[in-house]
Nanobody, 128 residues
Framework: QVQLVESGGGLVQAGGSLRLSCAAS????????LGWFRQAPGKEREFVAS???????????DSVKGRFTISRISRDNAKNMLYLQMNNLKPEDTAVYYC??????????????????WGQGTQVTVST
């Protein structure tokens, strides 16, 4: 059973920062790409960022490039962690943010169909 648990969401003023975390057991995500998606009210879920299994390749949507940074750590016999550092937040970044595990290790998947497992989401609200 794959479980992904996000945390770190909250309310922040425009221009502020937040760091989202996603925890999963090592055996479930260490050999796979990971990604962050978000869904704003009344909108479809959209891709935010992805990272390859070894952390060497990353990819960002144009809307967050230069402001958000995706990273991951992996320790033997410990939980793998995925992060999303979000700086210079804007009101349009308000959404529920989801972490996801890709179906494959290589590359930095963008499409939702390339992801097999999803977390429950964490709310990020950016006020003006």
């Amino acid at each position: 059973q794959v479980q992904l648990v996000e945390s770190g969401g909250g309310l922040v003023q425009a221009g502020g920062s937040l760091r989202l975390s996603c925890a999963a057991s090592r055996r479930t995500i260490s050999d796979y790409g990971l990604g962050w998606f978000r869904q704003a009210p009344g909108k479809e879920r959209e891709f935010v960022a992805s990272i390859s299994w070894n952390g060497e390749a990353t990819y960002y949507s144009d809307s967050v490039k230069g402001r958000f940074t995706i990273s991951r750590i992996s320790r033997d016999n410990a939980k793998n962690m995925l992060y999303l550092q979000m700086n210079n937040l804007k009101p349009e970044d308000t959404a529920v943010y989801y972490c996801a595990k890709a179906r494959r290790a290589w590359g930095t998947p963008v499409a939702e169909a390339e992801y097999a497992y999803w977390g429950q989401g964490t709310q990020v609200t950016v006020s003006t």
